[in-house]
């Protein structure tokens, strides 16, 4: 079964800063990886996803990740951070789960604050 | 434009009582999901869709009980077998597809009286 580490539950940054927030997966195929980010009391947004080809791949509100195999790693950056990126944010994995059923399993979240 | 409904934000439950969360999407996916969000604990599934009169327990169904009668809605109801209720609950909805990304409704908050 797959599964989704995000290491870190809270991580404060000043804007400006830059910013990597960390994703392992487990995984034993080929896999489908997103990033979602949540605003408090709101639903998931979706910021970017890796289905192949590039490893480097962009998303919305400037925000990037890097897949890497070797480490079974998803890993989200950004290179300077606005207070308006304060939220909480998700990575995922999606894998078949039986027959033609489908399915994302979720991290636990990263908690971002932003300091002015 | 093309989304997800779920209604209420706000629900309130009291003992013994089974409350119906409403989920209704206008974007023509085949696939729905329900899941429970709890501080720290991230997104679990409680069941889904993959087509119409079709569905599928996911990781904590217990207390929980869903209908797909039609491809737009997705009802969840909350029994009164379920003991702690209290969370927020999440709709969304995709392609049947691993690679594709799923569409979230903005949630509704259900609390005990």
């Known amino acids: 079964a797959q599964s989704v580490t995000q290491p870190d539950i809270h991580i404060t940054v000043s804007e400006g800063a830059s910013l990597e927030l960390r994703c392992n997966y487990s995984y034993g195929a080929t896999p489908y990886l997103f990033w979602y980010v949540q605003s408090p009391g709101q639903g998931l947004q979706l910021l970017l996803k890796y289905f192949s080809g590039d490893t480097l791949v962009q998303g919305i509100k400037g925000f990037e990740a890097e897949f890497k195999r070797s480490q079974s790693s998803f890993n989200l950056r950004k290179p300077s951070v606005h207070w308006s990126d304060a939220a909480e944010y998700f990575c995922?994995?999606?894998?078949?789960?039986?027959?033609?059923?489908?399915?994302?399993?979720f991290g636990k979240g990263t908690l971002l604050t932003v300091n002015p | 434009d093309g989304g997800i409904t779920q209604s209420p934000k706000y629900l309130f439950r009291k003992e013994g009582q089974n409350v119906t969360l409403s989920c209704e999407q206008n974007l023509n996916h085949d696939a729905m999901y329900w899941y429970r969000q709890d501080p720290g604990q991230g997104l679990r599934l409680i069941y889904y869709?993959?087509?119409?009169?079709?569905?599928q327990k996911g990781d904590i169904a217990e207390g929980y009980s869903v209908s797909r009668e039609k491809k737009e809605s997705f009802p969840l109801t909350v029994t009164s077998a379920q003991k702690n209720p209290t969370a927020f609950y999440l709709c969304?909805?995709?392609?049947?597809?691993?690679?594709?990304?799923?569409?979230f409704g903005d949630g509704t908050r259900l609390s005990i009286l």
């Open positions: 995922a994995v999606g894998a078949r789960s039986g027959g033609s059923n489908y399915k994302l399993t």
């Open positions: 969304a909805s995709g392609r049947q597809s691993a690679n594709q990304p799923q569409h």
């Open positions: 869709s993959q087509i119409v009169n079709d569905f």
